[in-house]
């Protein structure tokens, strides 16, 4: 795939679509082009038909989101920031679900202070974050909402909580497709917790 730059492509703005074996593709004033795919004779594996069917309904996604006028309008912004198309952007969206990125906490004694971050395709996709806080043994000691403080960033404290204590914090967020994504920090309250990855087995 070859992407050539506005000045670049000024004198390609005649060629769209397929053009001998290469396909031409127009995003604003930016041309990218790639070859014709070649269809292959191999039977499809699960998974690339897992992706082939997830793809499909993500494109009826996009039609309906297009009915939406004010749905549109938010993927008609985002697509501007990234210079593609809005039903790119609406396809984009629906393939892909919240990740939970890090987690950093600090105690002030008697509060615990937590902040999540959250990486979204686009801001505005995620529009919930819970969290939990358990035991190590599995108890809930306390679960609220998180409010989001800045563009990753979702926040909430708990208490009272008293320092040394290992605990388990548990992370859901919610993007407006309802699709969700999880993830557990194991800490000890009162120790250092910087950009502190989940655990292991969440990544």
Not at 52 to 64: G, I, N, P, Q, V
């Amino acid at each position: 795939m070859a992407s050539l730059s506005p000045s670049a492509s000024t004198h390609l703005r005649h060629l769209r679509g397929r053009v001998g074996d290469v396909i031409y593709k127009w995003y604003g004033d930016r041309v990218v082009i790639t070859k014709v795919p070649k269809l292959s004779k191999k039977k499809p594996s699960a998974k690339k038909r897992a992706s082939c069917d997830h793809f499909a309904l993500a494109s009826k996604y996009a039609e309906r989101a297009r009915k939406d006028p004010a749905l549109w309008a938010v993927y008609t912004a985002a697509a501007k920031l990234r210079r593609i198309p809005p039903r790119a952007m609406a396809i984009a969206d629906f393939r892909s679900r919240p990740k939970i990125d890090q987690l950093s906490s600090h105690l002030f004694e008697p509060k615990l202070a937590v902040s999540v971050s959250v990486i979204e395709a686009f801001p505005g996709k995620i529009v919930a974050v819970n969290v939990a806080l358990r035991q190590a043994e599995g108890a809930q000691l306390f679960s609220a909402p998180a409010k989001r403080s800045g563009k990753r960033s979702w926040d909430v404290e708990f208490g009272p909580v008293k320092r040394g204590v290992p605990v388990v914090i548990e992370v859901k967020a919610a993007d407006r497709l309802g699709q969700t994504a999880q993830a557990r920090f194991s800490i000890r309250t009162g120790d250092p917790t910087a950009a502190r990855l989940p655990d292991p087995a969440q990544r």
